[in-house]
């Protein structure tokens, strides 16, 4: 199969991408973990700047790129391809960041259905393997012929004998469709991590969390790794939800707002008809938070979720005063093939 050779700066590092592969990916393989996030061309994590060379959009232009930002040299590592040899300009990840992506075995240690479409799951690694990864970042499972999916980890680093995944099943999907059915405890899978850069750290300044879906579980380690290490910080979380049963650990943490009060919590429903929880409310999660918060210059904010969500939030925090670099935020997307 043909291979090209990228070079990227500033790293200065070389690499193989096959016709096949997105460069992110052939970075990866390298173990190199470059900027990205939903790995589905919407959120625009990846973007780096073309310097030379040729890549071609096998899926067509990704929406997170606009004609602008084309035009000027830039294009999206998650979905692009190496139709020559490159050189690509890509932001760094922060040292802080850094940590050593491995290829594990692991086992499913046990599993819970948390709600009708969503299982948590707890991997056990080998007793010989510890996986570093810091709160929000998240793990690939690798599959047959190439496929992966991804997964953030809900479990803190300071709690990591098991690690912790929330798995929304997939109409259809292949494998979140063998979770659900009769594949379960004791199977042996392969992952590799951490990836990301959506990365929780201890700041003096206040913190606004904001949940979408399933985009719930790397904001459970975040607020974990926050409260039960003794941070004095004040945390706020949003979740958003289509309905009440879609908050599937809405105990928990009211549990958590009762135990440690520094911790809020607000739960916003967007396809309920009514409410009958005094944390409870009707309409759009990030609607919620710019009503109760109309200026953001003091918050660091973290959000994961759903395109639509993150889309939301970059679109309108800023014009509240939310500096670029007080957000961090993590698209979550399907799979091509498990829609």
Known sequence: MTRHRVRLIPQERILEARA????????LASGLNLPHSCKSGHCGSCRA??????????????????AEEARDGLVLLCQARA?????????PVQ????????????RVARMQRLAPDVQQVFLRLPSVERLEFAPGQYLDVLLEEGQRRSFSIA?????SELLELHVRHVRGGRFTGRLFGAQGAGTLLRIEGPLGQFIYREQDSPALLIAGGTGFAPLKAMLRHALERGSSRSLELYWGARTAADLYEDERLLEWTRQYPRLRYQAVLSHASQVTRAHHRLGWVHQAVLADHPRLESYDVYAAGPPGLITAVRGSFPAHGLPAEQLSFDSFDYAPDER
């Open 83 to 91: 139709a020559s040899d490159l050189v690509v300009e890509a932001r």
């Open 20 to 27: 096949d592969q997105s460069v992110l990916d052939a970075a």
């Open 155 to 159: 479990s803190p680093p300071h709690d």
């Open 95 to 106: 040292s802080a960041t850094e940590s050593l992506i491995k290829s594990l075995p692991c």
């Open 49 to 66: 700047r073309l310097l030379a060379g040729r890549i071609d959009y096998p899926h067509g232009a990704p929406l997170g790129l606009s």
